[in-house]
């Protein structure tokens, strides 16, 4: 079964850092373009990173440019996402997704594979 796992996530204070990463396992995901979403209470899921299957492209969310980075290991079928500067208002559920279509890095929620998410929490 098809299964992509978050960790990394936590409290942190303002101005820190946090890196999430994402396992894939039941499939090799190599050749499909992944990407970072978060989701705050009461609040629409919205994208923050995405990377094609061989990691040669990325997109980024505005809020998020400059300060967020995205990576995957392909060996590893693994994917990460290295944040720095936090700010309180990105206090969210960080999920991982995704994408049969391996060019595909615009945002949009059109995933076909999602994980379960990894709380962080930005604040003193």
């Known amino acids: 079964q098809e299964q992509l796992v978050e960790s990394g996530g936590g409290l942190v204070q303002p101005g820190g850092s946090l890196r999430l990463s994402c396992a894939a396992s039941?499939?090799?995901?190599?050749?499909?373009?992944m990407g970072w979403f978060r989701q705050a209470p009461g609040k629409e899921r919205e994208f923050v990173a995405a990377?094609?299957?061989?990691?040669?492209?990325?997109n980024y969310a505005d809020s998020v440019k400059g300060r967020f980075t995205i990576s995957r290991d392909l060996a590893k079928n693994m994917m990460s996402l290295q944040m720095n500067s936090l700010k309180p208002e990105e206090t969210a559920v960080y999920y991982c997704?995704?994408?049969?279509?391996?060019?595909?890095?615009?945002?949009?929620?059109?995933?076909?594979?999602w994980g379960q998410g990894t709380q962080v929490t930005v604040s003193l």
């Open positions: 997704a995704a994408r049969t279509n391996p060019w595909r890095i615009v945002g949009g929620l059109d995933y076909d594979y």
């Open positions: 039941g499939r090799t995901f190599g050749s499909y373009a």
């Open positions: 990377i094609t299957w061989n990691g040669a492209s990325t």
